[in-house]
C-alpha cells in the first residue's frame, strides 16, 4: 500500500440524493449527503431507523431498486461513476468489486443449496474457472473466515448452521473476488455478543490481510468505537456530524452525537439513577421538521434555528471534523465540557448561557 | 393519581423474598425434521435453576440466545409448564395453581415483552387493550370507571387521554412500548417480567422505557425481572444480575460485584466482547 493510494479516497460520494414517490409523499431517504472512503480504510455510518443509512449503502452497490426512486448525485468508485454505469456494467461491479453483507444471514442465503454452491456460483458469476477449482477455492474462505472443518462445512446448508456461523458463510460468499470496497449493513445486530466480537475482530483481520475497505452501517457506537477510522453520523437522510472516529467519540460536536452518546448506558463509570434521553422521537423523511432537522429534539436549539438550514462545515481548527449545527463553536465547546462533568442538558445551558461555566451541583 | 399506589400495610411476609425459584427445569422434546439430520433429543432449556428475586429489587437475568432465560421467565409466568422444579410468589406454590387460583395469582404477576410491534392486537384501539385486563379479570364494570382507570394508566407511562381511541399502527416502537408497559400495570401487579424490553428500540428511545420501568418501580414499589442480551443495560437498571449459559445459571451476584470482579469465566468473556468496551 503507497501513501498516493492513501490518499486518494477509494470511494467518493457527492451530493447524493435519494428521494421515494409515494401514496403520502415523497420520501426523503438521503438528502444531499457526500463521504470519502479511503482504501483498505473503515467507515461507520451511524444512525436510528429511518435515518437513511442503509438506503445509502444500497445506493452504492446499485440496489436502490424500488420504482420510481430518484437519484442525484455523484458515487466514483475509483474514480468512475457508479450511478452512470449500465445494469450490465454494475453487474460486473457488484459481488466483484464491491460486495455486500446484511444483517439476516438467513435471508440472505438460498435455503436450497449448500453454502459450498453458493459460494461456487458467487465466483463463476464473475469468473471463468472450473467448479472443483471454485471448490478448493470456496473451502479455502470458509477456513479464512474462521469456520472450523471448512471441508465439512463447504456441503451443508444454511440452515445446519448457528447464526454466527451463517454471517461467516455469507462474508465468505461477499469475499469470493476479493473486493476493494465491502458494504456491511447492520453486520453483527442479529448475533449474541462473543459471536459478535468475533465476527468484528474478523472483518478487521480480513480488511488488514486483504487491503479491503468496508463502510459498516450500525445504530451501535460501541461497534464504531470498536472497528472505524472514520465516522458519519445520519439524521433525518443527512450527515450531521463526520470525523476520525477516536476524535468524534471524545469531542463530539453535535447536540444529536452528545444525546446518543450519553441516552446510553455504559459498562464504565458511575451509575446514574436515570438517563437522559433524547426527548421526542426521530422525524419523519416525508415531512421533515424546517431549518435544522434536529431542532424540534434539541435542548440547546434558538428560534432562528427553525429557519436555518445548517450546512455541514469543518470544526474551527479540525479540518476532517465536520458538523451541521447552528450554535457558536464556542457555546457548543462548553456545552459539551459541562455535559462531560456529568450536568444535565439544563444545567449546561443555564451555566453556559450565564456566561460563567462553573461545574454542575 | 394515588390510586395505584400500593398500600403501605404491615405484610408478614415482607422480610422473606417475593419469588423464590428452586431446580426449576424444562426440557423440550425436539422432534426430528425432514429438513434435519440430527436425531431426536432432549433440549435442556433450563436445566435446574435456583434463584430468589427479593421484594422491591430490579433483578436482571443476562445470556446469549438459547441460554434460557426468556424461558424461565415464561415458566414463572406459567405461560409454559415447567418439567420439574418449584416456584414459590408471594409465599405459594405457584406451579401447583390451576383454575381460579392461578388466575387470581396472575394478577401479581405481569409482562412485558421485547416486540411493541407484534404484543398489541392491531384491530384494538389503545383504550380497549390497556382495559383488556380488567375485563379478562373483571374490574371496573362500570364504563365511566372504566375509561377513567385507563386514562390514569395511559398518564402514567406517559401518554395522553387522546390516545385512547387510536390504533396501535398510529404509534411509534417507543410509544408502543409504553402501551404495552400500561396493560402490564393495569392490574397493579408485584411483579413485572420484562423480557428485552428496550432491544427493539432505537437507541435515542430506549433510554425514555428504561427511566420510565425505574420511575414505576420508585413509585409503584414494584419488584422487576429484567430479562436482556445487553449487560449495559442490566448494569444500569439492577441491583442484581444472574447470568446464565446453556440453561443454567453460572454466576449471580451483586451488580457493582459482578461487573468490577466477575468471578466465572464466561461472565468475563461477555463482558469482554461488549463492543466499545476495550476503548
Known amino acids: 500500500m503507497t501513501e498516493a493510494s492513501l490518499n486518494e479516497p477509494l470511494l467518493r460520494v457527492e451530493d447524493l440524493r435519494v428521494e421515494f414517490p409515494t401514496e403520502d409523499g415523497v420520501v426523503h431517504a438521503v ?120 471441508d465439512r ?17 455469507m462474508i465468505a460468499m461477499a469475499l469470493a473476488n476479493e473486493p476493494r470496497l465491502l458494504i456491511a449493513d447492520e453486520p453483527t445486530t442479529a448475533l449474541d455478543v462473543t459471536v459478535q466480537a468475533q465476527v468484528l475482530a474478523l472483518l478487521e483481520r480480513l480488511r488488514r490481510e486483504l487491503s479491503m475497505a468496508i463502510v459498516i452501517v450500525t445504530h451501535d457506537l460501541g461497534v464504531v468505537a470498536d472497528i472505524a477510522a472514520d465516522v458519519a453520523v445520519m439524521y433525518a437522510g443527512r450527515i450531521v456530524e463526520s470525523g476520525p472516529a477516536a476524535r468524534l467519540l471524545s469531542a463530539p460536536e453535535h447536540p444529536y452525537t452528545w444525546g446518543l452518546l450519553r441516552s446510553i448506558p455504559t459498562l464504565t463509570g458511575p451509575r ?14 416525508i415531512e421533515r ?38 450554535l457558536e463553536p464556542p457555546l457548543r465547546h462548553d456545552l459539551w465540557a459541562q455535559l462531560r462533568a456529568g450536568g444535565t442538558a439544563a444545567q449546561a445551558l443555564s451555566a453556559t448561557t450565564a456566561g460563567v461555566p462553573e461545574a454542575p451541583a | 393519581m394515588s390510586t395505584h399506589v400500593a398500600e403501605e400495610k404491615q405484610d408478614p411476609r415482607a422480610d422473606e423474598p417475593l419469588v423464590e425459584v428452586r431446580d426449576l427445569v424444562k426440557h423440550f422434546h425436539a422432534a426430528g425434521g425432514i429438513f434435519t439430520r440430527r ?22 437475568i443476562v445470556g446469549e440466545t438459547g441460554c434460557g432465560k426468556s424461558t424461565t421467565a415464561r415458566l414463572i409466568m406459567r405461560l409454559l409448564d415447567a418439567s420439574g422444579g418449584e416456584v414459590r410468589f408471594d409465599g405459594q406454590d405457584l406451579l401447583g395453581l390451576s383454575g381460579a387460583r392461578l388466575k387470581a395469582a396472575r394478577c401479581d404477576l405481569q409482562m412485558i415483552f421485547q416486540d411493541p410491534y407484534s404484543s398489541l392486537n392491531p384491530r384494538k384501539t389503545v383504550g380497549a387493550i390497556v382495559a383488556e385486563p380488567f375485563a379478562i379479570h ?100 439492577c441491583d442484581r444480575v444472574a447470568v446464565m449459559r446453556l440453561g443454567k445459571i453460572v454466576e449471580l451476584a451483586p451488580n457493582d460485584a459482578l461487573y468490577s470482579s466477575p468471578e466465572h469465566p464466561y461472565t468475563r468473556e461477555l463482558l469482554a466482547a461488549v463492543p466499545g468496551a476495550r476503548s
Open chain 1, 153 to 169: 462445512r463447504v456441503d451443508e446448508y444454511p440452515h445446519e448452521l448457528s447464526g454466527g456461523m451463517r454471517q461467516r458463510a
Open chain 2, 138 to 237: 373483571d374490574l371496573h364494570r362500570d364504563r365511566a370507571e372504566r375509561r377513567s382507570a385507563v386514562c390514569e394508566l395511559l398518564d402514567t407511562v406517559g401518554l395522553s387521554p387522546e390516545h385512547y381511541n387510536r390504533y396501535p399502527h398510529e404509534f411509534s416502537g417507543g410509544q408502543r412500548q409504553r402501551i404495552g408497559v400500561a396493560r402490564a400495570l393495569a392490574l397493579k401487579p408485584k411483579l413485572l417480567i420484562a423480557d428485552e424490553p428496550v432491544s427493539a428500540l432505537d437507541v435515542s428511545i430506549q433510554a425514555q422505557v428504561l427511566n420510565l420501568l425505574s420511575e414505576l418501580q420508585d413509585r409503584f414499589g414494584l419488584t422487576i425481572v429484567l430479562i436482556s442480551h445487553d449487560l449495559s443495560v442490566v448494569r444500569h437498571m
Open chain 1, 289 to 326: 421538521p424546517s431549518g435544522c432537522h434536529f431542532h424540534p429534539r434539541c435542548p440547546y436549539a434558538q428560534p432562528d434555528h427553525a429557519r436555518i438550514d445548517p450546512r455541514l462545515e469543518p470544526v474551527p481548527g479540525e479540518p476532517d471534523h465536520r458538523v451541521a449545527c447552528l
Open chain 2, 39 to 60: 436425531k431426536r433429543g432432549v433440549v435442556r432449556a433450563v436445566d435446574g435453576v435456583s434463584f430468589d428475586v427479593l421484594r422491591g429489587e430490579t433483578l436482571g
Open chain 1, 31 to 150: 438528502d444531499g449527503i457526500s463521504y470519502d472512503v479511503r482504501a483498505a480504510s473503515t467507515l461507520g455510518i451511524v444512525g436510528e431507523s429511518g435515518s437513511g443509512k442503509t438506503v445509502a449503502a444500497l445506493t452504492a452497490m446499485g440496489l436502490t431498486r424500488r420504482a420510481g426512486a430518484r437519484i442525484s448525485g455523484r458515487i466514483l468508485f475509483e474514480g468512475r461513476d457508479l450511478l452512470a454505469l449500465s445494469e450490465e456494467e454494475m453487474r460486473r461491479l457488484r459481488g466483484n468489486e464491491i460486495a455486500m453483507i446484511f444483517q439476516d444471514p438467513l435471508s440472505s442465503l438460498h435455503p436450497l443449496y449448500t453454502v459450498g454452491a453458493q459460494i461456487v456460483e458467487a465466483i463463476r458469476a464473475h469468473r471463468d474457472v472450473s467448479k472443483a477449482q471454485c471448490r478448493a477455492r470456496a473451502i479455502e474462505l470458509l477456513e479464512l473466515v474462521g469456520m472450523r472443518e471448512p
Open chain 1, 272 to 285: 446514574a439513577r436515570r438517563l437522559e434521553p433524547i426527548p421526542g422521537s426521530p422525524p419523519s423523511l
